[in-house]
């Protein structure tokens, strides 16, 4: 019975945690007060295991938290924002202990991916169903004003709470070449993450995700295979640019905008003032300056002023945001996580894990993906599946030790016998 009541708490935690996929229709304090209410009731929850929970993440799991949770004192010191509006604006970025409170209660792994891919299919629908009523804003936010405008030749809807989506599309491009059970589903499923990265015109959502699906699909294939599908990826890039879509059309033109403004570009100009000169003591080029609380303290006035005079906005810098925000140890805390994803191997059905954390590490440059809670639940979701991958791995090697020390013992004894 408990088993149930905490995997219920998973499910209800997700759509809380991302404030209904930010619904404009539910009262905005009703969203945010019950928002810090679960982040809180998560941490509280998992407070008894934080220290008990032994993992590969643990010591990165530390840093990061301990970094954001100290960030709200450095950011009383070096902009006298109060404790109250540091507390309401750094909540959203505190769920990293629920990595300890799902370890304790070893939720199962097959449970959560089924949660994912529902919540996953919830986003897809939900997109789609905004689509079609672009004249009023039911989730997210516009990117100018209060209504869907014209950006990059196109209504272009980027759709809040990403990060469950895009971990349920590498799971379901996982089970397509790993289970021989429902893959029209598999198939259908990971073909939404081409065709709905485009209709939101987001360059690195679009490269993230093929990148991906190119990594698992040449990983374990044949060499005339990997060249057959390097020929067919080749060909559907270049039948798509040469196709007349308005969305592609916008993506190619925006890169080539920005590639053409090199160190000009506003992207580079906000990571350089973020990276140099954003801090204003040397302490905070250590621990971060806290998170800002826009527009309401003067730090987050600041903020504000900031993006409309000069275009500088934290969240287009990505991992240089969390240094400004929480300084060089949750940096270093990040590089121990994508380290880990790198040189530790796992079983094939727990790749996606890897593929979820190479994906924020490839996007983490010019998107919020590595922090915004848009995707942390998705983030802490990963790790855990991932550490059930090492144990899954620890506990084959064990069996194939033992297995083997039987089969031992039994030619000995079978030679004593031959030998009596």
Not at 403 to 420: A, F, G, P, R, T
Request: glycine share 6%; net charge positive.
């Amino acid at each position: 019975m408990k088993d149930r009541l905490y995997v219920v708490f998973i499910i209800l935690l997700i759509p809380f945690s991302l404030k209904f996929f930010d619904a404009s229709f539910i009262s905005a304090s009703i969203l945010n007060y019950s928002f810090i209410l679960f982040i809180w009731l998560t941490i509280f929850l998992s407070i008894p295991y934080f220290f008990q929970i032994k993992s590969v993440f643990s010591i990165p799991i530390y840093l990061i938290f301990f970094s954001v949770l100290f960030s709200m004192v450095m950011a009383y010191y070096s902009w006298d924002q109060n404790f109250f509006h540091s507390f309401i604006e750094t909540t959203q970025y505190m769920i990293w202990p629920l990595f300890f409170f799902m370890r304790y209660h070893n939720i199962p792994v097959k449970t959560l991916e089924k949660i994912i891919l529902s919540f996953g299919l919830a986003y897809a629908l939900l997109f789609f169903f905004q689509y079609l009523n672009q004249g009023v804003v039911l989730f997210g936010r516009p990117l100018y004003g209060d209504e869907w405008t014209e950006d990059r030749g196109v209504i272009r809807i980027i759709f809040p709470g990403a990060g469950i989506f895009i971990l349920s599309l590498f799971i379901s491009i996982n089970k397509l070449t790993s289970s021989k059970n429902h893959r029209w589903f598999w198939v259908l499923f990971s073909s939404l993450g081409i065709i709905i990265p485009v209709m939101q015109v987001t360059r690195q959502f679009i490269v993230g995700v093929l990148l991906m699906y190119l990594i698992h699909l040449l990983k374990s294939v044949s060499i005339p295979k990997k060249v057959g599908i390097i020929l067919l990826f080749v060909l559907g890039v270049g039948l798509a640019i040469n196709a007349d879509i308005p969305m592609v059309e916008g993506v190619i033109e925006a890169q080539e905008r920005d590639s053409s403004l090199g160190k000009k570009y506003i992207r580079v100009l906000a990571g350089e003032y973020f990276l140099y000169d954003y801090s204003p003591n040397e302490i905070s080029g250590v621990f971060g300056n806290g998170a800002p609380y826009w527009g309401i303290s003067s730090y987050g006035k600041f903020n504000e002023k900031l993006g409309d005079e000069r275009g500088y906005y934290l969240s287009d810098v990505g991992i240089i945001a969390v240094y400004a925000m929480f300084g060089i140890f949750s940096i270093l805390g990040f590089i121990i996580i994508w380290l880990i994803s790198f040189f530790i191997p796992l079983p094939s059905e727990y790749q996606y894990a890897k593929y979820y954390l190479w994906y924020i590490l490839f996007t983490s440059f010019t998107w919020y993906s590595v922090y915004h809670y848009h995707y942390l639940i998705s983030t802490v979701f990963a790790l855990y599946i991932f550490q059930k991958g090492i144990d899954e791995s620890k506990r084959k090697v064990v069996i194939k030790k033992l297995l083997k020390s039987i089969i031992q013992e039994k030619k000995v004894v079978d030679s004593n016998e031959l030998s009596n």
